[in-house]
C-alpha cells in the first residue's frame, strides 16, 4: 500500500509541474492533483490503520487519528460539496465537457459547453484534423494557439514570423499569423480560419476568439452553459 501512496504523491506533484499533460486529455491539472493527493491521503491512512500493533497505546493513536481523519473528510467534503459534485460530473462525463445537440425540427446543430471548477469554458477542437484543448475568450480578437500546440497540428513553428503585438496574461508578446485549414467544435465547423501563434512559454492555454466566434450564427451564455450555434 505505500507504493499506491507514493505513487498517487508523484502523479499529483506529476500534473501540478506539467499541466499540458493532464490538458491533453481534456481535464484540469489542479482537479486531477487535488483527486491523486486526497487518495493519497485515504491509502495512507489506511496503511497506518491496518498494520498491527501489540501496544495500547500505538492503537488508542490510530484510533484517535482515524475519527480525526474521518472527522476532517466529512467537513471537507461537506464545505466543498459544489465543487466536488462538479468534479464527480466531469469524470462522469465527456472530460471535454462538450455536448453536440442536433435540433431535429430545423435541422440546426449546436455545440453546448460546461464551464469548469476553474470559471472558463473549455472545449476540445478539431484544428486542422487534429485535437487540443482551447479555452473559449470572447475577449481575443483572433483564435491564439500555444507554441506546442501549433506544432501539434503540422504547423511549421521554425517558419513563423512573430510580428504582431498581443497582450497574454503573462504580458506583452508577439504572435505570428497564420491561416488554419478547418477549425471544428463539435458539429460546428468552419475552414479559412484567421490565427495567430503565440512565442514559446508565453500562452497556457490556446484561446478559441473572435474570428472563429463572430462566425457562429449566435452564441449565448445561460449560468455554467456556453451553447455555439453554427
Known amino acids: 500500500m505505500l507504493v499506491w501512496f507514493l505513487l498517487l504523491l508523484i502523479a499529483g506533484f506529476g500534473v501540478l509541474l506539467r499541466p499540458d499533460l493532464s490538458r491533453s486529455a481534456g481535464l484540469d491539472p489542479t482537479d486531477i492533483a487535488m483527486l491523486a493527493g486526497g487518495l493519497g491521503l485515504i491509502v495512507l491512512i489506511g496503511l497506518l490503520m491496518g498494520r498491527p500493533s501489540r501496544s495500547p497505546w500505538t492503537r488508542a493513536l490510530r484510533q484517535v487519528i482515524g475519527v480525526g481523519a474521518l472527522t476532517l473528510a466529512v467537513g471537507t467534503s461537506w464545505s466543498h460539496r459544489d465543487e466536488l459534485a462538479q468534479l464527480a460530473r466531469k469524470f462522469a462525463t465527456d472530460p471535454s465537457g462538450t455536448d453536440v445537440i442536433e435540433n431535429q425540427q430545423t435541422g440546426e446543430r449546436s455545440v453546448r459547453i460546461r464551464r469548469r471548477t476553474n470559471g472558463h469554458f473549455v472545449a476540445k477542437v478539431q484544428v486542422n484534423g487534429a485535437p487540443i484543448l482551447m479555452m473559449v475568450d470572447t475577449g481575443a480578437t483572433s483564435v491564439v494557439l500555444r507554441h506546442t500546440d501549433a506544432k501539434q497540428i503540422g504547423i511549421d513553428v521554425g517558419r513563423l514570423k512573430f510580428t504582431v503585438p498581443v497582450r497574454t496574461a503573462n504580458g506583452p508578446a508577439y504572435a505570428a499569423p497564420v491561416r488554419l485549414k478547418g477549425l471544428a467544435v463539435g458539429s460546428v465547423r468552419f475552414e479559412q480560419i484567421e490565427a495567430l501563434v ?30 455555439l450555434r453554427g
Open 198 to 227: 503565440a512565442q514559446p512559454g508565453t500562452l497556457d492555454q490556446s484561446l478559441l476568439g473572435m474570428s472563429f466566434l463572430s462566425r457562429l450564427r449566435s452564441y449565448e451564455f445561460t449560468g455554467d452553459l456556453l451553447t
